[in-house]
């Protein structure tokens, strides 16, 4: 039998952000929001993907490699999966630098990732989102870990973030999966390595379960949108969205094993507008704002209070 036919599904996203360690996600969405030698990749195949709207700060490339999927050794998160939760990691003093802008982490810079296949960056003006599996990702146990460390490389210090063996929690079959967040301190480029997993994960044309995949910078309150790079449609030929609106389309599954998404910065930095054609920073009235939420429900703003309504994907 044949495989449904994709078809867009390009929803919008306001998350709360709820302090600098923790994001509630609400269960029933799925995308709501040491040092040691690196591993050398193996390149077998190198895919370049063109088809944006904007010009982004970033050059996006699919990559296929050999490289091996080892143990990690690295230090154990205690995490409460299931929970849509952020956890802060230390990363030191080393200064992240992305769409042009540095973020040196101290008391009002928090580094954090999450149990929603997520690494993010939070600053009281700035939220740097970069999602690699982004859904609601629970235990697979046993072998269900959460771990990072920091490589030293020749080419400088490399942040790797390690999910092993989780599964997609709205997905009943048995199933696991395994991914990697990457960040290149000299370079700034960001990776998201694709491991060992079930073929069921490849093809997730279901809007309630498929995942999210991308990296952009906004505001707190996702009012903004500084810059955008958002793989969608299929994982293993995906199209890029780079318009600097607060929407976030989905891929209709997980890339293959052995699949790495690289985002390089250009060194030219792009003209930088909100999603209205204004200049980025300028006030925006919050009677005159959508807010939505990861899964396209709308949040209506009627005299200072929200509420759910959903809006059915395109």
Not at 140 to 168: F, K, N, Q
Not at 220 to 225: I, V
Not at 248 to 276: E, H, I, N
Not at 282 to 304: A, Q, T
Request: net charge neutral; charged share 20%.
């Amino acid at each position: 039998m044949s495989s449904p036919t994709p078809t867009d599904s390009d929803h919008t996203y306001n998350g709360p952000h709820s302090g600098y360690t923790t994001r509630n996600i609400p269960s029933t969405t799925t995308h709501n929001r040491m040092r040691l030698r690196v591993i050398p990749l193996v390149l077998l195949l190198s895919v370049t993907v063109s088809l944006a709207q904007e010009t982004s700060d970033y050059d996006f490339r699919r990559v296929l490699t050999s490289e091996p999927w080892t143990d990690f050794q690295g230090t154990l998160i205690p995490v409460s999966w299931s929970e849509g939760l952020l956890y802060g990691i230390d990363v030191g003093a080393r200064p992240f630098r992305a769409f042009h802008q540095e973020f040196v982490p101290h008391d009002s810079v928090a580094v954090v990732v999450g149990t929603n296949g997520v690494f993010e960056i939070v600053t009281p003006t700035r939220f740097l989102i970069f999602d690699g599996v982004f859904t609601q990702l629970d235990s697979a146990v046993p072998g269900t870990r959460l771990s990072y460390r920091v490589d030293a490389g020749i080419e400088g210090d490399v942040l790797r973030i390690r999910y092993d063996s989780v599964r997609i929690a709205s997905i009943a079959a048995p199933h696991t999966l395994s991914f990697e967040l990457r960040y290149h301190f000299a370079t700034g480029v960001f990776e998201a390595h694709y491991g060992p997993a079930d073929t069921i994960v490849n093809k997730i044309f279901d809007a309630q379960r498929a995942p999210y995949m991308g990296l952009c910078l906004t505001t707190p309150t996702f009012t903004k949108m500084y810059g955008k790079i958002w793989p969608y449609r299929l994982p293993d030929d995906p199209w890029l969205d780079t318009a600097r609106t607060v929407k976030f389309p989905q891929l209709f599954g997980v890339p293959q094993p052995g699949t790495v998404y690289r985002y390089s910065p250009r060194p030219t930095p792009t003209s930088v507008t909100d999603a209205d054609g204004g200049i980025v920073g300028e006030d925006v009235d919050p009677n005159s704002v959508e807010y939505y939420d990861y899964l396209g429900r709308r949040l209506l703003h009627v005299m200072g209070q929200r509420g759910p309504v959903f809006v059915k994907p395109r």
